[in-house]
Nanobody, 120 residues
Framework: QLQLVESGGGLVQSGGSLRLSCAAS????????VAWFRQAPGKEREGVSC????????????NYADSVRGRFTISRDGAKNTVYLQMNSLKPEDTAVYYC?????????WGQGTQVTVSS
């Protein structure tokens, strides 16, 4: 069974950077689209970014929410079976718990989340 573990969150000042990691076990992440979501207190979970599977016709292409485009970069390292979210120019409104997600034929998988807090 696929297990996802996020890490890399923390407290950072506005304008700072963090790199989140989503490490997988049980499955090879290269075969799947992987998404990052976030949920701020009192708000619904929202999609942040997605990277397509390495084997897809779009071959690892990335998509971003308008709110993070140009500041966040999603990438994958097949050798480490890990997907990253590089977050630059962070803003207080980026404060949330960040989750990675994989949807497969066998289920919808989520990690436990990692807290990102951006102080003004």
């Amino acid at each position: 069974q696929l297990q996802l573990v996020e890490s890399g969150g923390g407290l950072v000042q506005s304008g700072g950077s963090l790199r989140l990691s989503c490490a997988a076990s049980g499955y090879t992440l290269d075969y799947y689209d992987v998404a990052w979501f976030r949920q701020a207190p009192g708000k619904e979970r929202e999609g942040v970014s997605c990277i397509s599977s390495s084997g897809s016709s779009s071959g690892g292409s990335a998509n971003y929410a308008d709110s993070v485009r140009g500041r966040f970069t999603i990438s994958r390292d097949g050798a480490k079976n890990t997907v990253y979210l590089q977050m630059n120019s962070l803003k207080p409104e980026d404060t949330a718990v960040y989750y990675c997600n994989v949807r497969s034929a066998s289920g919808d998988y989520w990690g436990q989340g990692t807290q990102v807090t951006v102080s003004s």
